[in-house]
């Protein structure tokens, strides 16, 4: 059974760190391409990061360039989010994605809530 279970998200301070992470199962992620999309309320669905399947190349959202960094660990199946310098506007909910060709495969979600 195929799954993505994201986990790290919470309450944080503006200017604060928090660390997502992506634990899979069911599939090795080292043939997929990995992100972290995010939903805010009222609004779409919008990709924060990628890493190439290798990782060798990373993109980000200019919303979060310079503060977050994404990275992979095909070894142990899973894939982080490291956010630093935290702004209510970054205030989601955060998804795990892994995509290869036409399939793709999304995990459930977690809070992230940057508030003073």
């Known amino acids: 059974q195929v799954q993505l279970v994201e986990s790290g998200g919470g309450p944080v301070q503006p200017g604060g760190s928090l660390r997502l992470s992506c634990a899979a199962s069911?599939?090795?992620?080292?043939?997929?391409?990995m992100s972290w999309y995010r939903q805010a309320p009222g609004k779409e669905r919008e990709l924060v990061a990628t890493t190439t399947r290798a990782g060798g190349s990373t993109n980000y959202a200019n919303s979060v360039k310079g503060r977050f960094t994404i990275s992979r660990d095909n070894a142990k199946n899973m894939v982080s989010l490291q956010m630093d310098s935290l702004k209510p506007e970054d205030t989601a909910v955060y998804y795990c994605?892994?995509?290869?060709?036409?399939?793709?495969?999304w995990g459930q979600g977690t809070q992230v809530t940057v508030s003073s």
């Open positions: 069911g599939f090795t992620i080292n043939r997929y391409a």
């Open positions: 994605n892994a995509a290869r060709f036409d399939v793709g495969y």
